[in-house]
């Protein structure tokens, strides 16, 4: 579900933050796009902070959350933020050894409510794995919030599940890219990239 906020005033917030960026990107994913989202830009601004996560902790304050968690390291802020809003505790899982994990002493509990929060959803893996976690955890996922959802509500995890922006991003397997056929020099940006 979509936030209710108009679509070309969050565009214009991520173009005057510059985290929309154009382009040739190697996406977390594995997938080639001319288009990033950096919400890193974006997020490092309180106003636009408390405007995002606000909407996605309104889309589930009457949900019992009990704690959000978040894939590292995009999410962190956001999910941080989230929680603080409604007033629960929050977590997060990074990658280590090439999977998810929850470590340095958090956890998730047995029959806890929790939140899912990102900041850019693309294919959905990162959110799959903190799903499996939680589940792992016998926890009960109550919904799935972030930020930019790339493939225009293509992509569900829960029976509740929100995005403040959905656009429908172009992404090309690496296989298949006519950026990469044009030999138009590729960046790998975000928490596992460049910037």
């Known amino acids: 579900m979509p936030s209710k906020l108009p679509h070309e005033e969050i565009l214009g917030i991520f173009r005057e933050t510059k985290a929309l960026l154009e382009g040739h990107f190697q996406l977390t994913s594995g997938l080639h796009s001319p288009h990033y989202f950096q919400c890193a830009r974006v997020l490092q601004y309180p106003k ?24 590292a390291i995009g999410g962190i802020v956001v999910g941080t933020e989230v929680g603080r809003t409604l007033g629960v505790r929050t977590i997060f899982a990074e990658r280590k050894d090439g999977s998810m994990q929850i470590r340095r002493g958090l956890e998730v509990l047995p029959n806890e409510r929790v939140l899912v929060v990102e900041d850019v959803v693309t294919t959905g893996g990162s959110v799959q794995e903190v ?23 293509k992509i569900s995890f829960a029976p509740k599940h929100f995005s403040v922006l959905q656009m429908d991003v172009t ?6 890219c006519p950026l990469c056929r044009k030999n138009i020099p590729i960046t790998k940006p975000g928490s596992r990239g460049n910037f």
């Open 48 to 71: 636009y902070l408390q405007l995002f996560a606000g909407e996605i902790a309104r889309h589930f304050e009457h949900d019992e959350i009990q704690v959000v968690i978040s894939p």
């Open 131 to 153: 799903i499996g976690l939680a589940n792992k955890a016998g926890a009960q996922l109550t919904g799935v919030g972030y930020v930019v959802d790339r493939s225009n509500g």
């Open 171 to 176: 992404a090309y397997k690496p296989e298949d």
